[in-house]
């Protein structure tokens, strides 16, 4: 699948909440509708957008609200109730966050909604390169904390991580431990920030002992995988996450697998600078 494959897929999407913004749109539903996995389309809605599937189906429920309130015919609570909204309260105050300005100041902007044809890119360069990998299945132990910080999990992974590795070493699990990855669960937009989840844990081999029971077990299926290096600091990690769904993927020509992605840390944060640290992105791909 190319560009203008993805590109026509997140298109049909935006179509169908223009036409219907107030229908119980929820991820699943919209992922389907363009025939791409749940795991992957919040991150390629995001990445070609620009802005997340919440915050544009949010964006369009306001609008159809503006467009009632110009015919003139309901009160603003039934507008809100045909909307989605609880009250005409706060279908006020959800348009003035939103868009930081009054219905009537709104109405004097008319932002295309609709993707545009790709751009020929004549230079390369600054496409995030992936590998292609095959492996087996991977057996992980890990820990979840919530809270995400300015786009980034770093107080969040270091406490996980904190509990990870004591509970590790109090079991002598060491020489069990291999890789230490990052998993990211939630959809952003779709929970608070606070809500969001991140999952610390280390890829395992042979049988690790019993561990705390806040120390949980899952697997990694095997199969191929798109792979990208993120070099730099984790707070800049998610521009990278973004150039790989916006610039490599859909030029690719790969679709991604039903599967979720993850974050293997090559370096050491305790010896590496911020500036200097290898981060690699795995994206499964059919």
Not at 72 to 85: P, Q, S, V
Not at 182 to 194: I, K, L, R, T
Request: aromatic letters at 12%.
């Amino acid at each position: 699948m190319f560009e203008y494959e993805y590109r026509n897929r997140i298109n049909k999407v935006i179509k169908a909440i223009i036409h219907r913004p107030c229908d119980d749109w929820t991820t699943e539903s919209l992922a389907e509708l363009a025939g791409i996995s749940p795991f992957h389309f919040h991150r390629i809605f995001r990445a070609l957008t620009g802005e997340t599937m919440f915050a544009f189906l949010q964006r369009r429920k306001l609008l159809r609200a503006l467009e009632l309130i110009n015919e003139d015919r309901f009160t603003l609570t039934e507008i809100a109730l045909e909307c989605g909204f609880d009250s005409g309260s706060s279908l006020s105050r959800a348009f003035r966050k939103h868009f930081n300005c009054t219905p009537t100041e709104y109405r004097q902007r008319h932002p295309s909604l609709l993707l545009p044809p790709p751009r020929p890119r004549s230079n390369r360069k600054n496409i995030a390169q992936a590998q292609i990998r095959t492996t087996p299945r991977r057996n992980v132990i890990f820990v979840e904390r919530k809270g995400l910080i300015d786009q980034n999990f770093n107080q969040a992974a270091t406490e996980a991580f904190r509990v990870l590795t004591a509970e590790i070493k109090r079991v002598n699990a060491w020489p069990f431990i291999r890789e230490r990855i990052g998993m990211c669960p939630d959809e952003a937009g779709m929970v608070a920030d606070e809500n969001a989840r991140y999952q610390a844990g280390f890829v395992y081999e042979g049988n690790l002992p019993a561990m705390d029971s806040e120390a949980q077990r899952t697997t990694i299926p095997g199969g191929r995988w798109a792979v990208t290096v993120h070099l730099g600091s984790y707070e800049t990690l998610w521009q990278s996450w973004n150039r790989t769904y916006r610039d490599w993927l859909p030029q690719s020509g790969f679709e991604p697998r039903d599967e979720a992605p993850f974050e293997i840390y090559l370096s050491n944060p305790k010896q590496t600078l911020p500036e200097e640290l290898r981060t690699e992105i795995w994206i499964p791909i059919e």
